[in-house]
T-cell receptor, first 115, second 113 residues
Framework: EAQVTQNPRYLITVTGKKLTVTCSQNMNHEYMSWYRQDPGLGLRQIYYSMNVEVTDKGDVPEGYKVSRKEKRNFPLILESPSPNQTSLYFC??????????????FGPGTRLTVL | AQTVTQSQPEMSVQEAETVTLSCTYDTSESDYYLFWYKQPPSRQMILVIRQEAYKQQNATENRFSVNFQKAAKSFSLKISDSQLGDAAMYFCALAGSNYQLIWGAGTKLIIKP
């Protein structure tokens, strides 16, 4: 089944404890992206990647890191999480490098709470 | 900077009726794409409809259609014959040449049986 998977789905952690949210797609998509969703703000793009080893900042990259060492994986790393990073996170992928022009396929979301 | 505005935080409609969700946007580009995504309570994001700015014809997908007014920078979504399964958050989004997707704040659609 074609899909984007994220793990974990739910995570409660404490300030400063490094964490990684994994994202994997099995559709051979070039473009991958991370978003955070907050009430009243919609989705905001954190980072995106147009291909392996090519990543770029979105609108809210502060406090986050990403890597794209393999085409299928695009992990989101929070080196030192803070309470203002409590949010719902989505990973998405799209077929072509002009990914934002095409339909993006979303993972199921990761609910992160930082205490 | 590109922006997307959804001015209706919440809308309600009677089952089988028609409802229109509003979206306005701002961009300096002439070529861009607009989207409506649906997010049901399951949180899964689902593409509803996509519109290419250079196409004059309004996009349609079954009961879903858009009214794209390029000069007014307006992109509304019309849902005909509303069904209980249409209840969800609806997001308008804009994609320009910078490979980013800019999202509105969303409209919560309630379907009354």
């Amino acid at each position: 089944e074609a899909q984007v998977t994220q793990n974990p789905r739910y995570l409660i952690t404490v300030t400063g404890k490094k964490l990684t949210v994994t994202c994997s797609q099995n559709m051979n998509h070039e473009y991958m992206s991370w978003y955070r969703q907050d009430p009243g703000l919609g989705l905001r793009q954190i980072y995106y990647s147009m291909n392996v080893e090519v990543t770029d900042k979105g609108d809210v990259p502060e406090g986050y890191k990403v890597s794209r060492k393999e085409k299928r994986n695009f992990p989101l790393i929070l080196e030192s999480p803070s309470p203002n990073q409590t949010s719902l996170y989505f990973c998405a992928s799209s077929l072509s490098v002009s990914g934002s022009y095409n339909e993006q396929f979303f993972g199921p979301g990761t609910r992160l709470t930082v205490l | 900077a590109q922006t997307v505005t959804q001015s209706q935080p919440e809308m309600s409609v009677q089952e089988a009726e028609t409802v229109t969700l509003s979206c306005t946007y701002d961009t300096s580009e002439s070529d861009y794409y607009l989207f409506w995504y649906k997010q049901p309570p399951s949180r899964q994001m689902i593409l509803v409809i996509r519109q290419e700015a250079y196409k004059q014809q309004n996009a349609t997908e079954n009961r879903f259609s858009v009214n794209f007014q390029k000069a007014a920078k307006s992109f509304s979504l019309k849902i005909s014959d509303s069904q209980l399964g249409d209840a969800a958050m609806y997001f308008c989004a804009l994609a320009g040449s910078n490979y980013q997707l800019i999202w509105g704040a969303g409209t919560k659609l309630i379907i009354k049986p």
